[in-house]
Nanobody, 122 residues
Framework: VQLVESGGGSVQAGGSLRLSCVASGYTASTGCMGWFRQAPGKLHEGVAGILYAGGSTYYADSVKGRFTISQDNAENTVFLQMNSLKPEDTAMYYC?????????????????WGQGTQVTVS
């Protein structure tokens, strides 16, 4: 199983980025895919999760109204649209797959992880 993130970069505060995560060797049928982030010196944080079946979404309070998670099941891809970015959103962002449906924002519940993509907001 391989998860490959892309779309990170450097933007000014108020800007937008769209992250993508393509999963190969893995076809979800139930459960969650999610986005997490970790900034230097800070804990791993669940940002957003989405149920493969039905598409219900979950967000951390810190990103509600600014970030949107979506998926293309046919392409085994999950996206994270990030708008109104703030300097405190600066972190390495990781895609994760295969968590139980009731644990979409729990990092320890996920089986597969990508290598991460850096997001820097100045």
């Amino acid at each position: 199983v391989q998860l490959v993130e892309s779309g990170g970069g450097s933007v000014q505060a108020g800007g937008s980025l769209r992250l993508s995560c393509v999963a190969s060797g893995y076809t979800a049928s139930t459960g969650c895919m999610g986005w997490f982030r970790q900034a230097p010196g800070k804990l791993h944080e669940g940002v957003a999760g989405i149920l493969y079946a039905g598409g219900s979404t979950y967000y951390a309070d810190s990103v509600k109204g600014r970030f949107t998670i979506s998926q293309d099941n046919a392409e085994n891809t999950v996206f994270l649209q990030m708008n109104s970015l703030k300097p405190e959103d600066t972190a390495m962002y990781y895609c994760a797959a295969n968590a139980p449906r009731w644990q979409c924002l729990v990092s320890g519940a996920y089986h597969y992880w990508g290598q991460g993509t850096q997001v820097t907001v100045s």
